[in-house]
């Protein structure tokens, strides 16, 4: 039994709670009373893992069945991975503590580009090859799905299915064939091959790839009766979808610990830049009573002190007056916080403002993203320089002295007065609080500014726009600084080695694999995080395996040419993100959901259903 070996190396190793397992609401069954084993992987340490709302979601919902057990697996730190790695011990999933080798599904979630060597390491440290085709036998069969499947392509030769979309029912048919195929003895392909008609699922070994002398792709050609496109999955109705009851409560500090509450899915403003508000669509909302239900059983099942309503933008969530009155009549009692992340400052009531009022309060922060009102039009932020104001001089007559804003380098269309439009913008947030009469007497204000490099992605307006190159947003950033005037603006960067990196891999293709599989061979992993981060050996590996890096950031696309991940659908019509594309180019602006719809297409993902409730659905 593993567990006894590694009870050895507990004291060795930093938060040894990481993993030990045994935590409330673990769930644990009987191995040989279950037709399937699902060993259910974050490729990140147990802290980010933990916190993670997909992860407690899609484990609840597989262990409600009684033929299936699934099981947590966490990429072990530095130290912990040394250790196992001289004594021959291979990765374990937490419940059981057996080897990953034993299960029968392997799955993985890829929430952010920069965790794609873990993924190879935690394969290579379970004792299995880390490509697919060296994988012969049906089991384990190794899953992706989350965010970053949108494009899988540069992950493509270690994986052999992914999961497109929404996995709550479709890892139930994926389970269904898979235990079928155990039981009637079927080999790995015609597995696959009978995965590939389940919709949502795609086989990246049965789609060849042929390239242009440009290195752009000439053509995905479907085989082994695959479809043509993999359409994704999305759930229609998220009051009915399994929900867990209880969350495990970790042993160790996580990142987000307290009940993490979901109470929508997509956002109907379409802002250019955001990848995550066109792949969740379309719109679809939970019912205030669904959503105060789940959060009190989750709050007595865990003892947890505090609820974030997370979403991609709550303040736009339709019944949140009315679920803020049901939360707050037994969480005030029951002493328990309400916290209300990604406000936007353009909806910022007093009536929210009296709420937030009555909960524990933590930072204000909001996300202008760009400096200028042209720029915000040119990214369809569609928020003004007065919102912006306004909401501040709320918010210091509410009693706030600190506010954090959010911004991006590198937009397209940027120019340096946008990037000094930042500071000036932050140096009038800071004269709103001194010519506010009901400031906070005796207290100074303090605006910190938070800059990420802009990386465009796939499914967005800006899939086919340049990077900024490393030189251009390091000057910009400097040239930020430079327009700071005063020390009650604080300014802080994204690593933007990262951002390039995020770039390359965000719009890669399949000749990425082998530089993906040569940084892990040559000691990356942990790329997000900032002292395990070997940028220089991506680079040697890029440049010893022939790759220009720039040609996957720095080059603006054709709107003809043939995208990596243009046989994946997410439901969004290529027209309408390319009208969107045009439109930033002309500073104009489209109306949220609410207002009109536009056309996105990606209700008919839901039968035509989508929550946005505007006067006329397209
Ligand atoms: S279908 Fe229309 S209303 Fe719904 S998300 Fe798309 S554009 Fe918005």
């Known amino acids: 039994m593993i567990i006894k070996e590694v009870e050895k190396i507990l004291p060795l190793v930093q938060k040894p709670g990481r993993y030990t397992g045994g935590e409330l609401n673990s769930i644990i069954k009987d191995k040989n009373a279950v037709k399937l084993r699902y060993a259910f992987c974050f490729p990140d340490s147990y802290e980010i893992g933990m916190s993670h709302l997909g992860i407690k979601i899609l484990y609840s919902a597989a262990n409600e069945r009684d033929d299936v057990w699934c099981e947590r697996v966490f990429a072990p730190w530095h130290d912990m991975e040394k250790e196992m790695r001289e004594r021959h011990l291979p990765l374990y999933a937490l419940e059981s503590g057996d080897p990953l080798s034993d299960f029968d599904l392997i799955g993985f979630t890829l929430q952010y580009e920069l965790c794609y060597t873990n993924v190879l390491n935690m394969l290579d440290l379970a004792g299995l090859p880390i490509r697919a085709a060296d994988r012969r036998d ?24 992914f999961m497109i979309g929404e996995g709550e029912e479709m890892q139930n048919e994926v389970f269904d064939l898979l235990i079928e195929c155990k039981e009637k003895g079927k080999s790995k392909q015609e597995f696959l091959a009978l995965a590939a008609q389940i919709k949502g699922v795609y086989v990246p070994s049965f789609y060849d790839v042929e390239y242009n002398d440009d290195l752009t792709v000439k053509s995905v050609t479907a085989t082994h009766g695959a479809p043509e496109k993999v359409t994704k999955r999305v759930i229609s109705d998220l009051d009915k979808v399994h929900y867990p009851e209880k969350f495990i409560v970790p042993f160790v500090e996580v990142v987000h610990d307290r009940v993490v509450h979901e109470i929508l899915r997509g956002c109907i403003r379409g802002c250019r830049f955001c990848q995550a508000g066109f792949t969740y669509r379309p719109i679809r909302e939970k019912s205030a009573d669904t959503v105060n239900d789940q959060c009190m059983k ?50 910022f009531s007093e ?73 000036e913008l932050a140096q009038k947030v800071v004269g709103e609080f001194y010519t506010n009469p009901d400031r906070p007497k005796g207290k100074g204000v303090q605006v910190s500014i938070s800059v990420a490099s802009f990386v465009p992605k796939p499914f967005t307006p800006f899939q086919w726009e340049a990077q900024n190159s490393l030189d251009e947003l390091i000057k910009k ?28 891999l965000a719009r890669g293709d399949r000749r990425l694999c082998a530089a993906v599989e040569y940084a892990w061979r040559h000691g990356c992993k942990f790329d997000s995080w900032d002292d395990s981060f070997h940028f ?32 994946l659908d997410y439901g969004i019509r290529k027209q309408f993100l390319i009208d969107e594309n045009q439109k930033a180019y002309r500073s104009e602006t489209t109306p949220h959901c609410r207002i009109q719809c536009a056309g996105c297409g990606s209700n008919k993902l839901n039968g035509g259903k989508c929550d946005a409730m505007c006067k006329n659905m397209v």
């Open 138 to 161: 049906l089991t384990p069969i190794v899953v992706g799905g989350g965010p970053c499947v949108c494009n899988p392509e540069p992950m493509a030769d270690f994986f052999d299915m």
């Open 298 to 347: 989750l709050c007595h099942s865990t003892g947890y002190d505090e609820i974030s309503l997370s979403s991609l933008s709550t303040s736009d969530y339709t019944h949140l007056e009315e679920l803020m009155e049901k939360l707050l009549s037994w969480t005030e009692k029951e002493r328990v916080n309400i916290a209300l992340p990604s406000l936007r400052v353009d909806n």
């Open 477 to 504: 950033q400097e040239h930020l600084l430079s327009s700071v005037k005063t020390r009650k603006i604080s300014v802080s960067y994204h690593n933007v080695n990262i951002s390039f990196l995020e770039g390359i």
């Open 351 to 423: 009536k929210l403002m009296g709420y937030l009022n009555r909960v524990r309060r933590s930072g204000l922060t909001f996300a202008p993203e760009a400096g200028t009102q042209r720029l915000r039009d040119a990214i369809n932020k569609n928020v003004t320089e007065e919102e912006m104001l306004t909401t501040a001089r709320q918010a210091f007559s509410g009693g706030w002295t600190a506010v954090k804003l959010y911004f991006m380098l590198g937009l397209p269309t940027e120019t340096y007065d946008d990037v000094a439009g930042i500071a």
């Open 536 to 567: 220089e050996t991506w680079l040697e590996g890029f440049e010893k395996l022939g790759i220009d890096p720039e040609f996957y950031t720095c080059r603006k696309r054709d709107f003809e040419e043939i995208l990596p991940w243009d046989h």
